[in-house]
């Protein structure tokens, strides 16, 4: 049997807001379905959140999501069909990336991998903050309110004159 050809493709979808505050369940929903067609995922990572021009399924807002993967040819259909069935995806645009270069692909990879530790230190940071009681001194300081200075108005001097 002869094993056909893989080809770049790159894939935009669109997701409810929700997805912009667990975007890991999102990218695990596409590695599925990328997964379900035998496609090599290169890059998967949230590209931005957006207010859309039209209301899509109800929805005004929108967090997009940018794949670079290898596929069979034939299995596009397969996976733009489980895309459409898919509850969660409002959206998706899947092509070809003959004009993507090996440099192009290496920056996506090192934008999302620092996207990713970001937001890793960011969610380790939050934990920790999260679960350290505050000590005596932070709680005392948290009580007492300073309060606001009035700001001065000008006085009238004998030498200034309206």
Known sequence: MTETQTILYEGMFL??????????????????ILGRAEAEVLVLRKWDDRRLAYSIRGQRRGTYL?????????????IQRDVTLSEQVIRSL????DHVGETELDLERK???????????????????????????????AAVEVPSEKPTEPSDSPGSQA
């Open 111 to 141: 934008d999302g991998e620092a996207e990713l530790e970001a937001n890793l230190k960011r969610d380790h940071a939050n934990d920790t903050n999260a679960e350290r009681p505050k000590s005596e001194p932070e709680v005392a300081a």
């Open 15 to 32: 997701f409810p807001p929700s997805a912009s505050t667990d975007p890991g369940a999102a990218m695990d929903q596409l590695r599925d």
């Open 94 to 97: 899947i092509l070809r990336a």
């Open 66 to 78: 940018l794949s670079y993967f290898y596929a069979r040819p034939a299995q596009i259909a397969n």
